[in-house]
């Protein structure tokens, strides 16, 4: 997949592109693949320490003022950066920004349309009541390279979600804009992490846990245990139709212990369907 992607990168135009692929410890023939693009892409191995390691290390490889991020297995469509870039010189304030995106199977067939979220008020409050609001995501993100210096790196003890940590970091200290038109393809495969729920959740409980602090005082309390068991009432829907029926009723009961006025009424609604059985 890389070559796809490398590919995508360098028919962008209108931009002086730095290209950095971060080989995390491949054993198949990644390296064959990269040397056919000789000096057009710069290199950097190191042994496998997983995506958030890989990042840190493409960021801190990079010389340009901006950091663009692309996955392995992901690609670009033409104009991408050069509509980011432009929006981010004309708004100094906007720390780092993205594009809608379409999510595609192996076969090439949409899947859905990542689309660019409306909301008032400050982002990181956006972010965490709706976690997957930076459209495209870890595909789609152009950041200003200074910015990883204040709130520092990708979080290498995630194993999942390390995006979403980062850019409720990155939004709690500058404002964030979208593009709302899909720039960038995301590949959606059978067996990706992102449908190892186990993983997922943890990381989710983390990430929630950890960056409560980034919100304004007074959304610190009802808010955020609001929005934490809203990411209790997902996993529930999720392990019941994995068919963990046990594990889809206790986080319905996390959720309720929670926030049992802001979101009783969806939290009755699901051990209702839970237990009588009906699809969600």
């Known amino acids: 997949c890389v070559a796809k992607a490398i590919d995508s990168a360098r028919t962008q135009v209108g931009v002086d592109l730095e290209i950095i692929v971060v080989d995390d410890g491949s054993t198949d023939d990644t390296p064959a693949v990269l040397a056919r693009h000789g000096d057009a892409v710069r290199v950097v191995r190191q042994p496998n320490r997983g995506l958030s390691a890989a990042r840190n290390t493409g960021i801190a490889a990079a010389r340009g003022d901006l950091v663009a991020f692309l996955d392995a297995d992901d690609w670009w469509l033409p104009g991408k950066l050069q509509r980011q870039l432009d929006l981010m010189a004309q708004r100094p304030e906007v720390g780092f920004c993205s594009t809608a995106a379409r999510v595609e199977d192996p076969e090439g067939r949409l899947l859905n349309l990542w689309a660019s979220p409306q909301w008032e008020g400050p982002f990181v409050v956006r972010l965490f009541g709706s976690n997957a609001d930076v459209a495209g995501s870890g595909s789609a993100v152009v950041a200003r390279r200074a910015l990883f210096d204040r709130v520092g790196g990708f979080d290498v003890s995630l194993r999942s979600l390390e995006d979403i940590d980062m850019w409720m970091r990155l939004a709690a200290v500058t404002d964030y804009a979208c593009i709302d038109e899909p720039l960038a393809v995301i590949l959606k495969r059978p067996g990706s992490m992102s449908r190892n729920l186990d993983v ?19 959304h610190r309390g009802a808010y955020w245990r609001a929005c934490m068991a809203a990411v209790h009432g997902d996993y529930a829907k999720w392990r019941y139709r994995a068919g963990q029926r046990t594990g889809a009723l206790r986080e319905v009961a996390q959720l309720l212990a929670l926030a049992p006025l802001a979101r009783g009424r969806l939290g009755l609604g699901l051990l209702k369907d839970i237990v009588l059985g009906r699809p969600m």
């Open 200 to 218: 997922m959740r943890e990381a989710a409980v983390t990430v929630m846990r950890k960056n409560r602090a980034l919100l304004p005082p007074s």
